[in-house]
């Protein structure tokens, strides 16, 4: 993956902010071949990212208040994204990413497993994921990085 820098940040010019994306209104039309093995799902790429997020947060963390301080995300919307009432959302990954903190592979797996992989070239969001992550970032300075740009994390 490219070195993101600061600079980077100011002057490249992004096609999307990273935390919305355009529509694809074009309808496709696939028929499998027998033998053919079709991506897993959505829920099931959401669910092995659930089982990913009980791993990290059972490996590096001892309680939810460690988890609350080092990546902004509280106790009840963890246990939320853990019992399946609640999808994982873009924010939270990035937030677990940078706080925890995880390597740039970790993280994109992570990315494509919520829909969406690392594009630091083209969005604006994965730009700043992957300059907090690579720059060793903290979660206070990632989060004010981000609304320095624009882009309001809660």
């Given at each position: 993956?490219i070195?993101i820098t600061?600079e980077?940040?100011?002057?490249?010019?992004?096609k999307?902010?990273?935390l919305?994306?355009?529509?694809?209104?074009?309808?496709k039309s696939?028929?499998?071949?027998?033998?053919?093995?079709?991506?897993?799902?959505?829920?099931?790429?959401?669910?092995?990212l659930?089982?990913k997020?009980?791993?990290?947060?059972t490996?590096?963390?001892?309680?939810?208040?460690?988890?609350?301080v080092?990546?902004?995300?509280?106790?009840?919307?963890?246990?939320?994204?853990?019992?399946?009432?609640?999808?994982i959302?873009r924010?939270s990954?990035?937030?677990?990413c940078?706080?925890t903190?995880l390597?740039?592979?970790?993280s994109?797996?992570?990315?494509?497993l919520?829909?969406?992989?690392?594009?630091?070239?083209?969005?604006?969001?994965d730009?700043?994921?992957?300059?907090?992550i690579?720059?060793?970032d903290d979660?206070?300075?990632?989060?004010?990085?981000?609304?320095?740009?624009?882009?309001?994390?809660?």
């Amino acid at each position: 993956m490219i070195r993101i820098t600061k600079e980077f940040l100011k002057t490249h010019n992004f096609k999307f902010d990273g935390l919305t994306f355009p529509q694809d209104i074009t309808q496709k039309s696939y028929r499998p071949i027998d033998g053919t093995k079709l991506p897993p799902s959505a829920d099931d790429q959401m669910n092995t990212l659930r089982k990913k997020f009980t791993i990290i947060f059972t490996a590096k963390y001892e309680n939810f208040a460690q988890l609350e301080v080092r990546c902004q995300i509280n106790e009840s919307i963890m246990r939320k994204y853990l019992n399946r009432s609640r999808k994982i959302t873009r924010e939270s990954v990035a937030k677990l990413c940078v706080g925890t903190p995880l390597t740039l592979e970790e993280s994109d797996e992570l990315f494509t497993l919520q829909g969406h992989s690392l594009e630091p070239d083209k969005q604006r969001f994965d730009a700043l994921i992957v300059n907090a992550i690579q720059d060793g970032d903290d979660i206070g300075t990632f989060l004010d990085t981000c609304k320095k740009y624009g882009l309001n994390i809660i």
